[in-house]
């Protein structure tokens, strides 16, 4: 269903509404019930074509009541009414992040944070900083750094990588595991290593990799599903720990991440994957009222769990609209930066590797026969032009299986790299590009050294060649990959614009209208959701974010000056700017997870 369609489709409802809205006005004076909330004085992008612009907003309850000019909206302030001048200010629909691991952005908050590091030797500073106040044996986590973003290569590496050794060294009671931006490779120490028994001998597992030196002793870098080895030993230490100890952890995770989220002006956040017993407690937070942004979540777990629960685990709208689980993630390949993702011709600067199947296609498909059977969306993960050709060939034949089904609207998360035969697939076949702009600028240092000048003019990022085959394309950051941050990607997707001045394919670049729309009504599209969420219509859920300046209409560079002044759910205002300023960062090198 494209973009086109959906409009034609929503406007008699949009319109409708209109009119009751103007009849129950009787003109600009007549007596209506007042609003609880009133915004006034702006500029309203509304997504909506009956109305594309306002200048106020009445809200009742959780719903949009009005949408209109000053003088049009007067009539609904009341003595009980709180009113917020915009002062011209801009107000657009709430936000979405089409593409984020929610509890990961709590969990960044609660380990070591390199995604700003410059170097190894500041990560084993920082990490020899933390040994010094930890128990003995206690795991030392981190997340968030890249050996593309450093400012000198390791001495000694392999393929750029540091060995473990200065590493071990500063850390030798802990076992010490830092996760690669992507969320694709981990760093593990010796003592990591020894407790997860991986020596010389240790054999790669299916879909992953043990990088070794030339003396075949593993560096500590592991790739893909070879971290699950050192994962799996952090989890039996966790075990140890009091179901009360756990518990209390994971309630932090949410509660950080809930704070982080709406300061970024985030209204609903779509969950690239968590387990059974995450969206057990996301419900019991949805059930008491605790949540305070929508959760749209992706369901991860193997394919045996899926078969026996997953029919006990649909839900719509729960808590006030506030939890709805009706997807499946699966990831069919790693990540670019990492040479994890997989590809249809080796990679340019490592001509043994064609990357990595971290999912073996047959288990994907029977991922999708369960999706289907019980009317769950089917979103994989994929990087590299072989694991969206492979992707595409699982979701086509799914479809082809139930003909009279027509509205599937699955999705291929990240869709970086794309053969050009395959770019019209998605048009053709209704697949969703769950993209996020700021990885194109973010990976771009590193991406022509993989791929090569022809792929990378071909397929890399093609927002344009996808829109103009009718794709729907969604946005976000990948967070914690990236900062949730919306604004960085949104300039992203509309400049192509890297940290040095450069531009990376410019031609590629959406319109700043297109950049909007996905984040807000084709994001909506992409989780079902177009009909409560996404546009600014009478009806539809108050979800608002107000930023500082036009991103619409500013130069391009004063984009990333713009600020989160309001996040709005459900008509109340979850987060305002504090009085002091704040310095965004402008990210650098990261990639998707």
Known sequence: MTHRRLSFVARPFCTAALVLTTLTCGGYGAKVDPADLVLRNGKVVTMDNARPEAQAIAVRAD?????????????????????????GQLAVPGLIESHGHFTGVGQMK????????????????????????????????????????????PTPNVEGFPTHDALSKVSPNNPVLLTHASGHATFANAKAMEVAGITRTTPNPPGGEILKDSRGNPIGLLRETASGLVRKALSDARAKRTPEQLLADA??????AMDEVLSKGITSFQDAGSPFDTIDLLKEYAQQGKLRHRLWVMVRVPNDDLAKQLANYRIIDMGDKHLTVRAIKKAMDGALGSRGAWLLEPYSDLPGSTGLNTTPVDEIQETARLAAQHDFQLCVHAIGDRANRETLNVFEATFKASPNRKDWRWRIEHAQHLNASDIPRFGQLGVIAAMQGIHCTSDAPFVTARLGEKRAAEGAYVWRKLLDSKATIINGTDAPVEDVDPIPSFYASVTRKLKDGSLFYPDQAMTRMEALRSYTLSAAYGA??????????????????????????????????????????????????????????????????
């Open 63 to 87: 719903s949009i009541a009005a949408v209109g000019t000053n003088d049009e909206i007067q009539p609904y302030v009341g003595e009980a009414t709180k009113v917020i001048d915009l002062a």
């Open 110 to 153: 609660m380990n070591l944070n390199l995604m700003n590091v410059k170097s190894w030797d500041e990560i084993v500073a920082m990490v020899g900083e933390a040994a010094a106040k930890a128990k003995p044996g206690a795991f030392i986590l981190g997340r968030g750094w890249h050996q593309e973003k450093w400012d000198k290569i």
């Open 251 to 256: 309630r932090r995770e949410i509660d950080l």
């Open 528 to 593: 079902f959701e177009e009909s409560i969420k996404g546009s600014l219509v009478p009806g539809k859920l108050a979800d608002i974010t107000v930023l500082s300046r036009d991103i619409l209409t500013v130069p391009d560079d004063d984009i990333l000056k713009a600020k989160v002044v309001h996040t709005i759910v459900g008509g109340k205002v979850m987060y305002t700017r504090p009085p002091q300023t704040t310095t965004r960062r402008v990210s650098g090198t990261r990639e998707a997870g």
